[in-house]
C-alpha cells in the first residue's frame, strides 16, 4: 500500500547550519508533496510544495528536492535557527481510482542546538 | 474566518460517553480532512470528503467512528462510546481541488482529546 516514510526520526543541529531532512515515498503515482512544520501544540503549518513534474523549488531558507527515480524527497533548511525547532512531516498527494488522500509520514524532530 | 477552526479545543470526557468534534473550514474550500494524531506520533489518515463525491472512509478505525459534511462548509467526528485508546489529538484540514488543480491543506490546531 502507499506509505511515506522518514528515514531519520531526529536531528539535532547547529545554529547557523544547515538542515537536511529526508522523506521517501513508495506511490509512484503521487503527484504532489507537500513539507509541514509542526510546532508543540500546534497544528502542522505548510512550509512548500512541489508537484511531480518539477524536480526543485526554493523558498524562504527552504528547498525541496525531489527524485522521482528514486521516490525520494528533501527538504534542506538554511542557516537554521532555534525557531526552526518542530517536527517536520513530509506529505504525499495521489488521486485517482475514485480516491484522493494526504499521506502524512511519521515526521522528524528537528532540535536546533544554540 | 480566516483559517481552519476547530472546536472544542480540548474536550475531556468519561469511557463509554459519545463526543462531536467540530471542524470549519476555509470558505470555498472544497476538499475536507480529518486525522488523528496521538503523543509523538504522525498524523493518522481518517476521512477525506471532497465536493459531493462519497468521502473516502478508509481511515476509520472502527464503526465506533463517523463524520459528516455539510455540503462544502461544517464537519462533524462522532466518536461513540469513547475508549481510552481513542485519546489523541484530532485534526482537521481543508484545501480547494477542482480537476488536476489542488492548493496545499491547510490545517486547524485541533481537538485535544481525553478519555478517563
Known amino acids: 500500500g502507499e506509505s511515506v516514510g522518514l528515514h531519520l526520526p531526529t536531528l539535532s543541529v547547529q545554529e547557523g547550519d544547515n538542515s537536511i531532512i529526508n522523506c521517501a515515498y513508495s506511490?509512484?503515482?503521487?503527484?504532489?508533496f507537500i513539507w509541514y512544520k509542526q510546532e508543540s501544540g500546534k497544528g502542522p503549518q505548510f512550509i512548500i510544495d512541489i508537484r511531480s513534474n518539477m524536480d526543485k523549488r526554493q523558498g524562504q531558507r527552504v528547498t525541496v528536492l525531489l527524485n522521482k527515480t528514486v521516490k525520494h524527497l528533501s527538504l534542506q533548511i538554511a542557516a537554521t535557527q532555534p525557531g526552526d525547532s518542530a517536527v517536520y512531516f513530509c506529505?504525499?498527494?495521489?488521486?485517482?481510482?475514485?480516491?484522493?488522500?494526504?499521506?502524512f509520514g511519521k515526521g522528524t524532530k528537528l532540535t536546533v542546538n544554540p | 474566518g480566516a483559517g481552519v477552526s476547530q472546536s472544542p479545543s480540548n474536550k475531556v470526557t468519561e469511557k463509554g460517553k459519545d463526543v462531536e468534534l467540530r471542524c470549519d473550514p476555509i470558505s470555498g474550500h472544497t476538499a475536507l480532512y480529518w486525522y488523528r494524531q496521538r503523543l509523538g506520533q504522525g498524523l493518522e489518515f481518517l476521512i477525506y470528503?471532497?465536493?459531493?463525491?462519497?468521502?473516502?472512509k478508509s481511515g476509520l478505525p472502527s464503526d465506533r467512528f463517523s463524520a459528516e459534511r455539510t455540503g462544502e462548509s461544517v464537519s462533524t467526528l462522532t466518536i461513540q462510546r469513547t475508549q481510552q485508546e481513542d485519546s489523541a489529538v484530532y485534526l482537521c484540514?481543508?484545501?480547494?481541488?477542482?480537476?488536476?488543480?489542488?492548493?496545499?491543506?491547510?490545517f486547524g490546531q485541533g481537538t485535544r482529546l481525553t478519555v478517563v
Open positions: 484540514a481543508s484545501s480547494f481541488i477542482q480537476g488536476l488543480l489542488n492548493t496545499e491543506a491547510f
Open positions: 506529505a504525499d498527494f495521489t488521486r485517482g481510482g475514485g480516491s484522493e488522500k494526504l499521506v
Open positions: 506511490n509512484s503515482a503521487s503527484d504532489y
Open positions: 470528503f471532497q465536493g459531493n463525491s462519497a468521502p473516502d
